[in-house]
């Protein structure tokens, strides 16, 4: 998990409300990710962010939008427009976004919507 | 399409005993392979990865992963288990070109005393 920090660890939401996940690397990273997983299943592309202030969708964006002002910060805000946000929110890292560069994980957020 | 599967949910070995954890992949075009390793409540630590040149590629912690092209296999191994080892373990690829890394569904190693 070194270098890259997630905050909150844990995070509770009411239905209806926007929360917003923090994710921060002093990797020098230029390339950003964010994944969902549910129990049984694989990880998830959710937005990813090849260099700051660009970002594109993956396989699940509705309900979630992004922001990349700076290289070291790739927020997701989880909307009220998610309709089953519950789960646990990885984001990643890699050097370039390039198919070969392994990705380096954060510690995770786990989201609960009550 | 890209796609991964590991077709065991869990993996049960005895502690020094070797484990194979596998993993099978499909994709058009020359495949980057990794494998991650995720403890409970954790993010996913990196432990290796295969782009080209030997079959075999070693990583961290011990484990070893053998790339077969005839069966498009990929499989985590490890010749001495340990307890610490119990973990939950995923596959990924990925090919040049297409921007994402695609994960299997995991598989629980359980190493027991």
């Known amino acids: 998990d070194g270098g890259i920090t997630q905050s909150p660890k844990y995070l509770f939401r009411k239905e209806g409300q926007n929360v917003t996940l923090s994710c921060e690397q002093n990797?020098?990273?230029?390339?950003m990710y964010w994944y969902r997983q549910d129990p049984g299943q694989g990880l998830r592309l959710i937005y990813y962010?090849?260099?700051?202030?660009?970002?594109q969708k993956g396989d699940i964006a509705e309900g979630y939008s992004v922001s990349r002002e700076k290289k070291e910060s790739f927020p997701l805000t989880v909307t009220s427009a998610q309709k089953n946000p519950t789960a646990f929110y990885l984001c990643?890292?890699?050097?370039?976004?390039?198919?070969?560069?392994?990705?380096?994980f954060g510690p995770g957020t786990r989201l609960t919507v009550l | 399409a890209q796609s991964v599967a590991q077709p065991e949910d869990q993996v049960n070995v005895a502690e020094g005993n070797p484990l194979t954890v596998k993993c099978t992949y499909s994709?058009?075009?020359?495949?980057?392979l990794f494998w991650y390793v995720q403890y409970p409540n954790r993010g996913l630590q990196f432990l290796l990865k295969?782009?080209?040149?030997?079959?075999l590629v070693k990583g961290s912690y011990g484990f070893e992963a053998e790339f077969n092209k005839s069966q498009t296999s990929f499989h985590l191994k490890k010749p001495s288990a340990l307890v610490s080892d119990s973990a939950l373990y995923f596959c990924?690829?990925?090919?040049?070109?297409?921007?994402?890394?695609?994960f299997g569904t995991g598989t629980r190693l359980l190493v027991s005393p």
């Open positions: 990643a890292s890699s050097a370039r976004d390039r198919a070969s560069n392994e990705q380096f």
């Open positions: 990797l020098n990273h230029d390339a």
């Open positions: 962010s090849q260099i700051v202030n660009d970002f």
């Open positions: 994709v058009s075009g020359n495949p980057y």
């Open positions: 295969y782009i080209t040149g030997d079959n």
């Open positions: 990924a690829v990925r090919v040049t070109g297409f921007q994402k890394l695609v």
